[in-house]
């Protein structure tokens, strides 16, 4: 089975999933990764504004998702790459090199590969309507701005660090409209997607809930 998970940036999405397939015993696959690690490669080779040498990279790119203590840690070849995809500057990277058409076509191949690999929970931006338009499920998985920017805020404040709020949503929208407006592979709620609005819901009744959804389709095609 392929679950497949779209929605916005900083709805809690990537953590609701790998918690919600560690709980099913399934695979989590984090397209948003795989984006990432194009990004850092481009990135040091200093090719990141040039869609051909992105799209080389991606073609090449030899990933691998590993478990490890109830997280997930990203290879590529034998680096393990977990935090060096995460830093400001790969994040930052990725937002130009995510949108290219080139990229995206040479990534298809990949994600399809690993998501039918095993049941799968599938999670990115344009999962249900390009990669899996034929996934068991569909999630749209949203919050509003002003409760993502309150969870981040926390996670902020928890590391000492305090930012104005009517900012943080400011950001939010900002990059929603970058990602809902860009030309290849938008963020779109697919037509046969349920959407799941975790605005007032926390980290465990997110979770619930996802899962709900699952075990009632899984009900349905048995
Ligand atoms: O989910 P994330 O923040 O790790 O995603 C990183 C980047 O990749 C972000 O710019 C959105 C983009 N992305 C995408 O365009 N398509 C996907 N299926 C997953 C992520």
Same mark, same amino acid.
């Given at each position: 089975m392929i679950i497949a998970v779209d929605g916005p940036s900083g709805a809690g999405k990537s953590s609701v999933c790998r918690e919600v397939a560690k709980r099913l015993g399934w695979s989590l696959l984090d397209t948003g990764a795989i984006y990432r690690c194009v990004a850092l490669i481009a990135l040091e080779n200093h090719v990141d504004t040039d869609p051909k040498a992105c799209a080389e990279i991606a073609k090449s790119l030899d990933i691998r998702f590993v478990a490890s203590k109830g997280s997930q840690k990203v290879f590529i070849g034998a680096r393990d790459v977990s935090q060096a995809i995460r830093t400001f500057e790969t994040t930052q990277c990725v937002n130009h090199v995510s949108p290219m058409a080139e990229v995206r076509a040479e990534l298809l191949g990949i994600q399809r590969r690993l998501g039918h690999a095993t049941d799968s929970i599938v999670e990115g931006r344009d999962i249900g309507s390009?990669?899996?338009? +034929?996934?068991e499920l569909k999630v749209y998985y949203t919050a509003s701005a002003q409760a993502r920017a309150l969870r981040r805020m926390k996670e902020f404040e928890a590391k000492g660090e305090h930012f104005d709020l009517k900012e943080v949503v400011k950001q939010i929208e900002e990059r929603d409209e970058t990602e809902f407006n860009?030309?290849? !592979?938008?963020l779109v709620k697919c037509a046969d997607a349920v959407e799941l609005d975790t !605005? +007032?819901?926390n980290f465990e009744e997110s979770c619930q809930a996802l899962i709900r959804l699952i075990q009632t389709r899984q009900k349905e095609l048995a």
């Open positions: 390009v990669v899996f338009p +034929d996934a860009r030309a290849n !592979s938008p !605005s +007032d819901l």
